[in-house]
């Protein structure tokens, strides 16, 4: 009777590797590149330099055996400067928008699935919240609790909270009109169960590719912090302190600026490629259900 | 009918407010159906036969005005506690819905979707839940049933979908299933499969069912008693084989009358209704269905026709000029 479905089909058995293999070279370049520059921040203490010795005689030293990549304007070791610069660079560009992904996420989808006064009072506050000028607040809060890796990091985080609530509340409101939710609903399943299990798998797929945005975004904007001087205190080094102490000799050695702009460059690059490519990876599927 | 109603829904409306005004989707509608009996609800789109099901479920959207009572097992649904009512749905309630694209999650597998509902209703641990999903796929006749439930929805086909939609359904063995145009989104060639397989496990389980559909084909040897809605409101309500021989209301005629004909001749053209349903949110005085109607006439445009019983008890009809002669198909 039921022949005509009773055959199991071949893509029972489609297996990731042959749907990775159509992610392209590109995708797993910047793969690489992210791997790469994790590792080296992760065991950036066993490098034989310290980012803050300053060796007076070697200053704007070109490339040698010694230093990799030279000295900066005070003799200290650009390459173990870049590294220990990938830390910070790489902490409070990831804890930032996880800070953003909890808070806006949970807001997006309890506004998205609870509606009415709950939903209008989040989007008001996440639009006051937008609507004020961002460098202007994390000036004014870096001025009065002070410069650190903290601060900043809770500053960007709180700032990315309503791009996170507005992805989530979106992706909430369209799947929550869904029959499966319905169907949830039906079989008794309670609030909390149909957010956790049925809505937010559906919804971490978009909020996580826009989470990898997020990051590259994190990174731009503790760069630019940094470049002001509003970043992390000296003498720890950021790509964007480093950009912006490498200033004052950019005639004499450019490679100073550039180094730490291009690694900040390959960096963000990788996140949106892999953010991008996630995002283009889930769409279908989701519009084909 | 000599057992108790295992449903019975007591004069029940649906409002919904809308820009445009009040829409009236349900309208005083009367229905019981016993245990292990099957009540089909006929209708055209828009007819109010999925409001009328959410409303028996109390799944109607926020802003809708639900009158009336749903008994069911001798409690009113309307009133009960939130969560009495949330521990009702699944258990002793059940739904299939039209479309199993959009009624299954995309992202679970459905082993995943199986097993939590048999955690959640029967409190069975992982292993004991995980034997019974494959049980149940098997039930409804889904080969392979262990590797099946590894699979997402998108990876079987609409036929298996509305199987596995189904099993969710059955899992819990309800009293009462509520199949809301279970074949609609379905291959012709699938839809007898799965009625089939409702009515079976419909026997098996002696589970009462209501089939909602716009296919009197349908419900013609599938279901106990037939009621037929129009404009919100029951017009006509028999057991199958009365309606099917001779049926009162000229709205069932004319439903009846535009099913294609297989043994017809080529380019016969088929029988429409003329017109369109009424707008529901500006009442029709009279018979909501007299703008469509032949046999239309005198108290029909002035006074809304009350379902009741006429020869027998259990045939009811609403209409004032019922059809005589027991109706042939030849209209």
Redesign the interface.
Known sequence: ??S???S?DG??AVSPITRASRLGALFWGAIAWMIFVFVAAAFANLLPFSPTDMDMLERRAPASALHWLGTDGLGRDELARLIHGARISLTVGLCAPIIGITIGGALGMLAGYF?GRFESLVVGSMDVLLAFPPLILALAVTAYLGQSILNLTCILGVLGIPAFMRVARAATLTLAR???V?????????HA?ILL??LL??VF?PLFAFFLLGVAVTIVVEGALSFLGLGVPPPVSSWGSMIGEARESLEMAPRLAFIPAITMFLTVLSFNLVGDTLRAFTDP??G?? | MTEPALLSVEDVSVDLPTPRGNLRAVDRVDLTIGAGRTLGIVGESGCGKTMLSRAILQLLPKKARLSGRVMFDGQDLVRLAPERLRRLRGRSLAVVFQDPMTSLNPVLTIGTQLIETLQEHLELDGNSAKRRSAELLAAVGIPAPEQRLLQYPHQLSGGMRQRVAIAIALSCEPKLLIADEPTTALDVTIQAQILDLLAREQRRRHMAMILITHDLGVVAGRTDEVAVMYAGRVVERAPTPALFKKMRMPYTEALLAAIPKIDAAPHTPLPAISGRPPDPTRPIQGCSFSPRCRYAAGPCYREKPLLAAAESPDHQYACFHPIKAPAGVCA
């Open positions: 009777m039921a005509l479905e009773l199991i893509d029972v509606r869904r029959e499966f319905i169907a949830a609903q039906a079989l008794g399943a309670t169960r299990r049925e798998p559906n797929l599927r989701q084909a259900l």
